[in-house]
């Protein structure tokens, strides 16, 4: 599933590539993921200009003038993909978006958990935000550390890693993210919030940032079915430590990497160097 590293990068090619592009026409060839119904949801983007490409947590937010916002979750295989304008939709492109500057925008999702919402733009934060309560931006100034370590306090008794996972304290790590900075924290996904000392929620926050920014740097991950906008795979996946490496050695110590379930999503360390 992208993560923030690989919506990032879908977002920053967006952004220098469609901002200021008038939506000509939408066709919906798929509707179950759209809030509105499909003729309300054409009619209220036809014409209209996308302003800007943001991102908070895992969604992806363009903005429109005539005052909405198209709010796009990837979920687990959602892609939107630039093609030129003579290109032929495939049998999972569910969305068209035909734009001047003969750019179309596909988007196409095997799995169908993706979803566009559009929205007022002044009704995001109340819809969208507010409830699902999210942590800070790890790549921002918000996330600090002494912040994080309360936010942490406050879930003594939760293993880290489904905390990481649960968005709460901070955004966008996903299931790969998590087993690559507890590995490089020293952590085991399963240790107890309560018994993590200061030193250890220092250098996971730090390894957060790290290990984020040089995703974000080189495209992401593309270990699953993962594509940026103009359909082309990720560079980190070399990189991962832990995660997809079951039964192979650490390269920090001479430990094997294991393989375990932790509330039900498969995870990834080194039973030997991380405590
Ligand atoms: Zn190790």
């Known amino acids: 599933m992208p993560e923030l590293p690989e919506v990032e990068t879908v977002r920053s090619q967006l952004e220098q590539t469609i901002v200021g592009r008038r939506i000509n026409s939408v066709d919906v060839r798929f509707s179950g993921r759209l809030n509105l119904d499909s003729g309300e949801f054409v009619e209220r983007l036809a014409g209209r200009r996308v302003l800007s490409v943001g991102r908070r947590s895992k969604l992806l937010l363009l903005r429109l003038s005539g005052g909405d916002v198209l709010v796009v979750h990837l979920k687990m295989t959602g892609k939107l993909l630039l093609v030129n304008s003579d290109c032929e939709p495939g049998k999972h492109t569910h969305i068209i978006f035909r734009l001047s500057g003969n750019n179309v925008l596909f988007f196409d999702d095997v799995r169908k958990f993706g979803y ?3 929205f007022r733009t002044d009704d995001l934060e109340r819809l969208v935000f507010g409830p699902a309560k999210y942590g800070p931006e790890p790549l921002s100034p918000d996330f600090k550390l002494n912040l994080f370590s309360d936010c942490l306090r406050k879930f003594r008794r939760s293993a880290i890693k489904p905390l990481l996972l ?3 304290c901070v955004v966008g790590v996903g299931n790969i993210y998590a087993d690559e900075t507890l590995w490089r924290s ?7 919030i309560g018994t993590l000392e200061a030193n ?16 974000v ?24 430590e832990v995660y ?11 430990g094997l990497i294991r393989k375990i379930r932790l509330s039900g999503r498969g995870t990834h360390f080194c039973p ?3 405590k």
Do not use: M
């Open 200 to 215: 250890e929620i220092r250098l996971l926050h730090e390894s957060i940032r790290k290990i984020l920014r040089q995703s």
């Open 217 to 240: 740097r080189i495209g992401g991950t593309s270990v699953d079915s993962y594509r940026d906008a103009f359909g082309h795979r990720g560079d980190y996946e070399r990189k991962l």
């Open 186 to 192: 020293g952590i085991r996904p399963d240790r107890l």
């Open 166 to 168: 649960s968005q709460k």
């Open 116 to 118: 566009l919402h559009l």
């Open 244 to 254: 997809g490496r079951n039964g192979q050695l650490c390269s920090r110590c001479d």
């Open 272 to 274: 030997k160097c991380q």
